[in-house]
């Protein structure tokens, strides 16, 4: 029996005739809690549960293993080598030492006492970005070891993608790198 501000409801007499026996199911706003459920209904659930573990119980091949860490070692050797040319690209403007970038940090503590509110937010961002840019200064990237890992897998991975000698040029990879990799024009 329905309370007032509930609806009682049943299912449609098509879906009941298929179920085998009526399900009840009580209304409450926005929310459906299943009071009964038939046997039957169970046992079909349990059936789908059964039948869709028994799909995807598949194991991958220790040959398909082996292509997908070979393609992920490849894909990582490009990204960092990109990455790091990115990173060494010149860039307009007067280059930052280390030291301009300490004396900075240390004109910012002097003026984060003065600071209004906003002021002292944004000088501990540029504290934070020249702290970041002080400890990457520190910490030169090896190109040559980060190039001799990309010459080994550049050609491979370029064939299974579909990169072209252009491609790789427009994204800064010297011609020289890609001599060495194998990949010629005609590529």
Not at 70 to 99: F, H, I, M
Not at 147 to 157: D, I
Request: hydrophobic share 40%; glycine share 6%; with cysteine.
């Amino acid at each position: 029996m329905a309370h007032e501000g509930q609806v009682e409801n049943t299912l449609e007499s098509p879906l009941r005739d298929i179920l085998g026996t009526a399900v009840r199911e009580t209304l409450v706003p926005s929310w459906v809690y299943w009071r009964s459920v038939d046997t039957s209904v169970a046992q079909c659930g349990m059936a789908v549960n059964e039948a869709v573990k028994k799909t995807s119980s598949k194991s991958m091949s220790a040959a398909h293993k082996a292509a997908l860490a070979k393609g992920r070692e490849e894909g990582r050797a490009v990204r960092l080598y990109l990455d790091a040319l990115e990173e060494t690209k010149p860039r307009r403007g007067r280059r930052r030492t280390p030291q301009s970038i300490t004396r900075r940090l240390k004109a910012i503590e002097a003026q984060l006492q003065d600071a209004s509110s906003l002021q002292r937010l944004q000088l501990a961002q540029e504290r934070i970005d020249l702290e970041a840019e002080l400890a990457a200064t520190e910490e030169p990237l090896d190109l040559k070891k980060l190039e001799t890992s990309f010459v080994k897998v550049a050609k491979g991975y370029g064939e299974r993608k579909g990169i072209t000698y252009g491609a790789w040029r427009a994204v800064g990879v010297s011609a020289a790198a890609l001599k060495k990799a194998g990949i010629n024009r005609g590529n």
